[in-house]
């Protein structure tokens, strides 16, 4: 259902092209290295949609030193966008460091991005890739990592697979709770990553969720979604300055409360949303980033094994 027209919607689609326009002068100003990694083959392989004559853009990543038949782990990797700015190839770092390092098959998979395309389109696509995957790579172990908004639709569509599917979640930032609009980080204190004003937050959740749809359902908020229905591994990080920590460390801590196998939480002090890179490429990251990473791509190696 997309937004109806309104001086509310007008309001949303400025803004939105507004910070679209930021983003493509930051990235003009501060391009991302080239891609040169012979250890990995990169390549461009569309995903067809569930709608006629569509497709979904997606970078697969596989080591160099596998046979191409060879049947690998998946990783579907979903960026972060607050729902709205096109950030697709903003993780290739990661996508190569755990294809590379857990010797998968890493799909760093695109959505559609609001208000132009509201919820739950965006989780729709992400859905289409992981049967994807399901149905064309069989005898596969599927997994799933997402970043902020892409760690919201991450979750959304693990659980909906349910843990006979999805073996294992990794999480940065992720927005667990679309009910929460005006989060609180624990910390004032903020030494890296980026501030998300409340104008900001509430931008982000006016454009991907249209008025009257209901909040209580588990694709728009995974903190509501039963333990059972989550994979097995699940790990998130998420820093004491950013205002998605509260619902993020209340998921993770009820996991942990139920009895979840292996729920694991990062909480990093004094670090804001975005903490590894966020809208300005030119801000430096948090210095314990790489230690991060290691954490990240260490607890999804064992999640395979």
Not at 11 to 17: A, D, G
Request: glycine fraction near 6%.
């Amino acid at each position: 259902m997309p937004h109806p027209w309104s001086l509310k919607y007008l309001r949303l689609w400025i803004i939105t092209k507004l910070l679209r326009a930021f983003l493509r002068f930051q990235k003009w100003r501060v391009p991302l290295p080239p891609y040169n990694n012979p250890k990995i083959i990169r390549t461009e392989q569309a995903i067809s949609s569930r709608d006629s004559g569509r497709s979904i853009r997606a970078r697969w990543y596989r080591p160099a030193s596998v046979a191409s038949d060879q049947v690998l782990p998946v990783l579907i990797n979903v960026h972060g966008s607050g729902y709205v700015i096109p950030m697709f190839g903003q993780d290739e770092p990661f996508c190569e460091m755990v294809a590379e390092r857990a010797q998968c098959l890493v799909i760093d998979a695109d959505y559609r991005k609001a208000p132009e395309y509201p919820f739950p389109l965006p989780s729709e696509d992400i859905e289409d890739v992981a049967l994807y995957v399901v149905a064309r790579i069989p005898h596969s172990t599927l997994s799933l990592s997402g970043w902020s908004a892409g760690g919201n639709l991450a979750l959304g569509v693990a659980a909906l697979l349910g843990p006979e599917r999805v073996r294992s979640l990794v999480l940065f930032y992720p927005a667990t709770s679309n009910k929460d609009r005006d989060g609180i980080p624990p910390e004032s204190r903020m030494d890296s990553g980026s501030p998300i004003p409340p104008w900001m937050l509430h931008h982000f959740y006016d454009s991907y969720i249209v008025p009257g749809t209901p909040l209580a359902n588990q694709r728009l908020s995974p903190d509501l979604t039963p333990t059972n229905r989550l994979p097995p591994h699940v790990w998130a990080v998420t820093g004491t300055a950013d205002p998605l920590y509260p619902a993020a460390a209340a998921l993770m801590a009820r996991l942990q409360r139920d009895g979840h196998p292996d729920a694991v939480f990062r909480s990093l002090p004094y670090a804001g949303h975005g903490f590894v890179r966020g809208l300005n490429p030119a801000k430096p990251p948090d210095p314990r980033s790489e230690e991060v990473y290691d954490e990240a791509v260490a607890f999804f190696c064992k999640s395979i094994e």
